[in-house]
């Protein structure tokens, strides 16, 4: 079983703490089996967590063991960081652990070294601090996280849900992800970048709530859509429909077309062994050119790519048994 060890210590962010404890620790297989063992590990036996203290039952003599080591944010980022646990994450790295951090979790991250030469993000009101504290890395304050591999960080807030099922996602595939995102009650994906960046108009009961026509959008992906059509099931005029998508959505409506005609098929390249001719049909496009050209600039690969590269990874039960890749030596002085 994928084991996730979670390092709690002094001045952690309970939030980021909770997230992965409840994501990886909620998520379940086909068979029903858990699919993953969650464990939370101390830098010491007790944790202050600000408005209470913790006791945690394990060591970071767990990181050793672990497949995914997730750091969570800490509340004061000037606070130094014990040497024993950067000693134990970098530790777990060269052992081929995938190492994730959430929110301000990256200056602990960084403080390793291991993020060195990489591209990396945090909370956007952090991401200065971190950009002069560590100038080796390269920070972008504009997305909801950054995946490299072995190393992956996210933004403030419950950009570490994103990231959390991201992860869920690369080891057991869109199906058991996407139950993970409904009970977590998060979007499997979400547009945009940071979203502190973005004010959307929260749904109104008076009639212009888009829920309604986001379904059907998503009952009618096959067909040939156009924007009079979306605005017709919206009962409102094109203009009206645009400002309201725009307000709840923060794209337009042939945006949210596109992007919701890529993720079913990434569901269906995941799950079924349909040609990509098939797959571009049974989404709606009118041509395997025209679905080559959008899927690539959605989901930043081919179809073909996404499917080697997803089928690699997922088994019907279990984990991946491909080991993520090992970084090189470390120096540490």
Sequence with gaps: ????????????????????????????????????????????????????????????????????????????????????????????ARAGARVASICSGAFLLAATGLLDGRRATTHWLAAGE?????????????????????????????????????????DHGAAVAAEAARLA???????????????????????????RVLDWIEENLRREIALGDIARQAAMSVRSLSRHFKEQTGITPLQWLLRARVRRAQLLLETTARSVERVATDVGFGSVAAFRQHFHRVAGTSPQAYRRAFRSRTRPEGPTTRAAPRLPPIRTG
Excluded: N, W
């Design 1 to 92: 079983m994928h084991r996730v060890a979670i390092v709690a210590f002094d001045d952690v962010v309970a939030f980021d703490l909770s997230i992965p404890t409840e994501v990886f620790g909620r998520v379940r297989l086909p068979s029903g089996r858990p699919g993953y063992e969650v464990r939370v590990c101390g830098a010491a036996k007790e944790v202050d967590a600000g408005g209470f203290r913790l006791r945690v039952r394990h060591g970071l003599a767990e990181l050793r063991r672990a497949d995914t080591v997730i750091l969570p944010g800490i509340a004061d980022i000037s606070r130094p960081v014990p040497e024993r646990l950067l000693r134990a994450v970098r530790r777990a």
């Design 130 to 170: 971190l950009a002069r504290r560590f100038p080796l890395v390269e920070v972008d304050p504009s997305v909801l996280y950054v995946d490299c591999g072995q190393l992956l960080t996210s933004a403030g807030a419950a950009a570490g849900f994103d990231l959390c099922l991201h992860m869920v996602r690369l």
């Design 185 to 211: 009650v998060m979007p499997l994906e979400r547009d945009g970048g940071q979203a502190q960046f973005i004010v959307h108009a929260p749904p109104t009961a008076d009639g212009s709530s888009l829920r």
